[in-house]
């Protein structure tokens, strides 16, 4: 049965194009671009970007994907790649989206938290920024503690909005053994990487947080992995580790967690979201199982292929009269 009068939003990658991050056609190049601006830091990114271009090409698919198959076919340079040039990549994406993310202000993003968000209602992403998640919290609609669809103690709760990121977040990181980096220690019961991940200081005052602190996030210097899911064809939600697969059990949660929300919405607005099927668990949350809400399509040039798939699986469609983000913003805004 329905929810009375809740919606689920579904944003993908356009939804945040008026807010400066980049599309998926020229993510790649621009990725490496900022990547070779000359800088002290711990990752030689020249280098990285250097190499990963010559040998996968710079769209970030293609990248991606090399990266991937180098590492799961044994290739000549795995260990390489494995060990250096990937783990480069994805803290390049993370501190790329973050200069973007302080640099450019999501006016729409704004507006669409302040005036048409509701309460109960629900937003899922495949997005890694957190410009979203800024602007809901200044409109008091959502908190870090429990907004993004996991308890996180000891950081502010109250969240009136769920935001439930399904391919992570560029402020979430994977704690290795609770930041225990020498000595003897037992195992945390909840395993290698715990049960949830940890927000950096920076982060969270990135999201409008001071003097806050995630007790989760050691004080120390320790390892974490990003646990952000990369647009590639076969898509891991879930740590390997030599003690066996971890946090696959999170990611089910979450996942639960928007399939829930999609069936029991009246409404569901899918704005920037392109239902490819390299995506293909995303896709299912819209074409699998029982769903009586009636979608709406805002995607650009893809909103009418996305509405004759949506309909062709019995789905209650309709295309938004206007198709980009920013302008669907601003005449929902007025309704």
Not at 121 to 138: M, Q
Not at 146 to 151: P, R
């Amino acid at each position: 049965m329905a929810g009375k009068g809740r919606t689920t939003y579904i944003f993908g990658a356009g939804a945040s194009l008026h807010a400066g991050y980049p599309p998926v056609k020229t993510m790649g190049s621009e990725l490496l671009e900022w990547m070779r601006v000359p800088r002290e830091h711990p990752y030689d990114f020249a280098s990285s970007a250097d190499y990963l271009e010559n040998r996968f090409g710079n769209g970030i698919e293609a990248l991606l994907e090399g990266v991937e198959r180098s590492i799961r076919k044994h290739e000549f340079d795995r260990c390489l790649i494995a060990n250096v040039h990937k783990p480069a990549l994805v803290q390049a994406i993370r501190e790329w989206f973050g200069e973007i993310h302080q640099r450019n202000q999501a006016h729409s993003y704004e507006v669409f938290a302040s005036k048409i968000v509701l309460p109960g209602d629900c937003v899922i992403t495949f997005n890694y920024d957190v410009s979203l998640d800024s602007s809901l919290r200044r409109a008091g609609k959502w908190a870090v503690g429990d907004g993004y669809g996991f308890k996180a103690e000891g950081l502010p709760q109250g969240s009136l909005v769920k935001l439930l990121k399904l391919h992570g977040s560029m402020n979430w990181l994977a704690v290795m053994f609770g930041g225990i980096t020498s000595g003897g220690f037992r195992l945390p019961a909840q395993g290698v990487f715990g049960s949830r991940p940890a927000i950096p200081d920076d982060d969270l005052r990135a999201l409008g947080y001071v003097n806050v602190i995630d007790s989760s996030w050691p004080r120390n210097s320790t390892t974490a992995q990003p646990p952000m899911i990369l647009p590639t064809s076969r898509k891991r939600f879930y740590f390997d580790t030599n003690l066996g697969r971890e946090w696959g059990t999170f990611w089910d949660r979450l996942w639960r967690s928007a399939r829930y929300a999609i069936r029991t919405s009246d409404r569901i607005v899918v704005c920037g979201y392109g239902l490819h099927p390299i995506d293909k668990r995303g896709c299912n949350l819209l074409l699998t199982g029982e769903l009586s809400g009636e979608i709406e399509v805002c995607s650009w040039r893809e909103t009418d292929g996305i509405v004759a798939d949506l309909r062709a699986h019995g789905r209650k469609t309709k295309a938004a009269k206007h198709r980009s983000f920013v302008d669907w913003v601003r005449i929902e805004a007025e309704i």
